[in-house]
């Protein structure tokens, strides 16, 4: 198993906004294997509890021309409760390997610690839940389908420990699954895959002390037409005032089959500019 070289660098100027954060994390492996990804908050001072974002990602591999995609949302929080989040995003991915996308994201989060005044045993316990839809297009030949998804996510801390699960399931698919789309998104994972999605589950767990947080996470995904690939990442993010540092190898089947399980070292860094 060849052992994947991160090369990545991160450079930000301070916004002029309280809060705002920006973050850069990538990875890059064997056979041109790369994957960059990019995201700034900025919180809208004069409407309390509304921030926007911008998203940036890219991913290449031999034989495969560099792809992008452009995403920007909207979360709304209700003031001084933290009890419900609300969010719309929407993106797209130009054309590229005779393939492009549109998409887009909304959903809510309630959390259920505040709303029972913390007679549940938790500091936070979030419920999650939210529909994606992505209109696909695929050219030479020229074909079109439409995608739903359906996810939902329970994430809960108690002191210095936290832990998540998630699942997400198409629901719908039109035409007979023709196509076969580049990039799919591994939830929580810097990586990429391939395909349309059938369902994933995945798991996450961490514990935070002091300036550092070790975690370790897992996704299983099941793609229509194809095998399933699996995904194991451990971390370790260290923060230190605005500033934290992840850094994670994750095992993952990249090319469609168990003999060729390759390790992804990959750098993440964010800052918050207070």
Known sequence: MKKAILLISLLALPFAFC???????????????????AQADLPLMLLPGLSLYGKYAAFSHDNFSTMSKYGAGAAFTLPFLDIVDLGVEAGLTPKANQYSAYYWDAHGSVNLANIFYHLLPADELRLTLGLLSTYHSFYQPDYKATEQDIYASV????????????????VSLSGDGGGFPPWLDIPNFVSVYAGYLDYSLGASAGYTYKI???????????????????????????????????????????????????????LSAGMRFL
């Open 19 to 37: 809060n705002a954060q920006v973050s850069v994390s990538g990875v890059k492996g064997s056979d041109g294997y790369s994957v960059l990804r």
């Open 155 to 170: 994430y809960q801390r108690v002191g210095g420990f936290d832990a998540s699960v998630m699942y997400s399931k198409a």
């Open 212 to 266: 550092v947080r070790p975690y370790a996470a897992y996704a299983y995904l099941k793609t229509k037409n194809s095998p399933s690939a699996d995904d194991l990442r451990l971390g370790l993010i260290v923060s230190v005032g605005p500033v934290a540092v992840n850094g994670s190898v994750e095992w993952l089947n990249i090319t469609r089959n168990t003999s060729g399980r390759k390790a992804l070292y990959s």
